[in-house]
């Protein structure tokens, strides 16, 4: 009888994933409060399934200025040259700064053959967490700005952007693990790009290399296993970094495919989860904050010769002022604390003064929803009887044939202002779209700036249940996951 029992108590807790700690739980909640001013919440079903940031604040995809290739020295050099009379300060720290890191960096032979390893700069290393925090935290610069004779284009404002936020403080959202819970993952997913309407950035691969990219939409879709546990299914969207860095930049859109477990208590709250072997798995995520001075609490490894104040007003005057008033932040800095609402019932975070509402400026036309055509996809449905599918395929964002394209609404500055599975136009650049493409294809990418939000979401489908097996109760490394996949439509 004994037997029985423990190995009854084995078989339930194999089920269960990692549960969340009590010290993770409250520093998500207080986070959430000092930043909104309201509650981080954890009953799964009042968070949204979808979210995404407003369609003007999709961030632009911006350049990693690798350390090998020299960083922002260029930029610094210019930065000198206004500011400094030419004396070399922010440039010379750049150059100590970009041969700072060092790691163990293989050598290689004739036909690639591995003849031993080096210390050096890996290839890797580079700005390309200054360029997520900035790309989220700012609109991007249109116009040169000139200063004491010296033109900055929008490529050098970034550039000094990504500088100022390189080593800057972040808000740690990952909780304590050494990868995100998965319960902790849907969560802050949900609080912040769901109910707040903010994006984040991802650390997107465990391992020594790191990889940031600014995070701006989601989609998910959900089943209940038993009264206390749900599968889902979600799709996130990330831009991916540019080979350089323009005065216009480019959205390179992409999808990380996510699958997990969540495990609820008996009030529905998340209280833990586990990824399927099939699932994306990250390392980090997190939110970029206020930039503060070089050497300095809050930057104490930044460049002590860039002023944040000189970089931050070179920004503004490079972008509207009615962009500006609508570009919703955590921790504002205090000249960008004046807010013009393009939405009455949007959430508004901690700092701000509202100054009046912009109703006409980001509604699309009230039309009546057109007809799609059979390819279109439909909006995401959840349903009780949802299951996943074996086999599945990635998706990838892929051009659309012109003949089959649905026709483009008029531009919004939100995503969700067009009828469901209608492209809502960003800005003036060719149209991408979602398509199911072979697995060999699922890096594959084309840039642009039109985003079709329902893109990103499934429809539903009926499937086999995922297999019990497919959930060992520990991942024996991150190898075994497979970054990028996403399921057929």
């Known amino acids: 009888m004994g037997t029985s029992v423990a190995l009854a108590m084995l078989i339930a807790t194999t089920h269960l994933g990692a549960t969340i700690p009590q010290n993770d739980i409250r520093q998500q909640e207080q986070v959430y409060q000092r930043y909104w001013g309201t509650d981080f919440s954890w009953k799964f079903e009042d968070l949204p399934a979808k979210g995404a940031v407003p369609g003007h604040q999709v961030p632009y995809s911006g350049y990693i200025y690798p350390d090998n290739s020299g960083g922002t020295i260029s930029i610094m050099r210019k930065y000198d040259r206004a500011f400094h009379q030419g004396r070399t300060l922010a440039t010379s720290f750049e150059e100590w700064d970009v041969k700072a890191y060092k790691g163990k960096v293989d050598i290689r032979g004739p036909l690639g053959m591995r003849w031993g390893s080096r210390m050096a700069v890996p290839d890797w290393s580079g700005h390309c967490n200054g360029w997520a925090s900035a790309a989220i935290r700012h609109a991007e610069p249109q116009q040169n700005v000139v200063r004491n004779g010296v033109v900055f284009t929008p490529s050098d404002i970034k550039g000094m952007l990504a500088e100022l936020y390189i080593y800057n403080d972040i808000e740690d959202l990952s909780g304590s693990g050494t990868t995100v819970n998965a319960g902790v993952f849907h969560a802050v997913l949900t609080n912040w790009l769901g109910r707040g309407r903010h994006g984040l950035a991802m650390e997107s691969e465990p391992g020594e290399e790191k990889w940031n990219y600014p995070i701006y939409a989601y989609n998910s879709d959900a089943a209940r296993r038993s009264p206390r546990q749900v599968e889902v299914k979600l799709n996130l969207g990330y831009l991916k970094d540019s080979n350089g860095e323009y005065n216009e930049s480019p959205k390179i859109f992409r999808v990380k495919y996510f699958h997990y477990l969540l495990d609820l208590n008996a009030n529905g709250d998340i209280v833990g989860g586990r990824f399927y072997p099939d699932s994306s798995v990250i390392d980090m995520l997190w939110l970029p904050l206020q930039p503060k001075a070089g050497r300095q609490p809050g930057n104490e490894a930044g460049n002590p010769h860039l002023n944040v104040q000189q970089v931050l007003a070179i920004w503004r005057d490079s972008v509207p002022e009615e962009l500006r008033q609508k570009w919703v932040v955590v921790d504002p800095y205090r000249e960008d604390r004046q807010l013009a609402l393009t939405d009455p019932d949007v959430m508004v975070p901690v700092g701000y003064t509202v100054s009046h509402v912009e109703t006409h400026i980001a509604d699309a036309p009230e039309t009546e929803p057109q007809p799609q055509p059979d390819h279109a996809q439909p909006p995401v ?29 008029e531009p919004s500055d939100d995503l969700t202002a067009a009828p469901e599975s209608a492209p809502v136009v960003i800005a003036n650049r060719p149209r991408i779209v979602v398509l199911p493409m072979d697995e060999e294809a699922s890096e594959e990418a084309v840039e642009g700036d039109t985003f079709t939000l329902d893109d990103l ?14 959930m060992p109760e520990e991942r024996e490394s991150a190898a075994e996951v497979e970054s990028g996949h996403d399921w057929d439509i």
């Open 381 to 409: 449905a959840v349903r009780e009887d949802w299951v996943p599918r074996s086999g599945v395929r990635p998706l990838v964002i892929s051009d659309l044939p012109p003949a089959e394209a649905p026709a483009p609404v």
């Open 457 to 470: 979401f499934p429809a539903e489908e009926e499937s086999a249940p995922a297999d019990d097996e497919s």
